[in-house]
């Protein structure tokens, strides 16, 4: 089995269409994908009408998250949707974006980056606007070779001049709301340093003992080396390890499947997720 449990689609920051990511995943050899946007379950839907025959979705999403002043993504898994707790906060979360990237353009422009505002809603359509948007402005304008490239404390990396704080959860209120509405809590590419900041082992830790279930440990972001570390801290922590593509269609390089979950460690997850179930076209 391949299987890749994190991807995007344009509900978020992505250029697939949640009906175009499930063909593209059936296409690329895939037989498990899971939908992963940016606070949002909007894409869920599309995907499920169009899901082909022998491909099985799961559904999820990936949750903005900061502690002590630092972000970090938290994955979730097979989830109740309308459990209202879980659901006010990712509303929370999705209505405080447009201001955020408002002020992030706001920023670039002191910086002398020519980009708008209307061009960044224009490309982030009906999705749920974020930096990938921004960064795809920037390369329109020239001022840099790629949407990763945004993503330095020059420009709009954590730390970056151009960056500006939104509503994120605290990760230990996260896990909370993620296991309350049934589902299945991963850390999102942990120790994904060319980011910005991340958070110390002690954290993640310590978000172990809080329910954690797993790590994103093979992952574009991380090297060998570092998910050599992640796969053994799993270990340590009696934690899952999952691996995925952070698939963004065209807008970031990495390609549908480039790492895959083991199914071993994917029949634990959809074991343990009891807000959803998996479905399998």
């Known amino acids: 089995m391949r299987i890749d449990l994190h991807t995007h689609s344009t509900a978020s920051d992505g250029t697939d269409t949640p009906a175009e990511l499930v063909r593209n995943a059936r296409a690329a050899g895939l037989d498990v994908v899971a939908l992963t946007d940016h606070d949002t379950v909007s894409g869920h839907a599309e995907a499920l009408r169009a899901l082909p025959a022998g491909l099985t979705l799961v559904t999820g999403a990936e949750l903005s998250c900061r502690l002590d ?3 970090l993504h938290m994955l979730a898994y097979l989830f109740d949707p309308e459990e209202p ?4 906060e990712r509303e929370l979360v999705r209505d405080d974006r447009v201001p955020r990237a408002r002020g992030m353009v706001a920023k670039l422009r002191e910086l002398g980056v020519p980009v708008t505002w209307e061009r960044v809603a224009e490309i982030a359509g009906d999705g749920a606007v974020g930096r990938p948007h921004i960064a795809s402005a920037m390369v329109e304008a020239g001022v840099i070779g790629s949407v990763s490239d945004a ?3 020059e420009w709009i ?3 970056g001049r151009a960056y500006v704080d939104k509503h994120e959860l605290d990760p230990f209120e996260a896990l909370r709301l993620i296991k309350g509405a049934g589902g299945v809590a991963v850390f999102a590419h942990p120790m994904a340093v060319k980011r910005g900041h ?3 082992e002690s954290a993640i830790a310590d978000l172990a003992a809080a329910g954690l279930d797993g790590l994103e440990a093979d ?5 060998p080396a570092t998910r050599r570390r992640l796969h053994g801290m ?6 899952l ?3 995925s593509s952070d698939y963004h269609g065209s807008r970031k390089t990495c390609v549908l499947g480039e790492h895959l979950t083991i199914p071993d460690v994917y029949e634990e997850i959809a074991d343990r997720g009891s807000g959803a179930s998996p479905v399998t076209g």
């Open 241 to 243: 390890a999952t691996g």
């Open 85 to 88: 707790e879980l659901a006010r």
């Open 157 to 159: 990396a954590n730390d």
């Open 198 to 200: 991340c958070v110390p």
């Open 151 to 153: 993503f330095t404390e």
């Open 69 to 71: 002043g630092i972000g």
């Open 234 to 239: 799993a270990a340590d922590l009696g934690l």
């Open 219 to 223: 992952h574009m972001d991380h090297d």
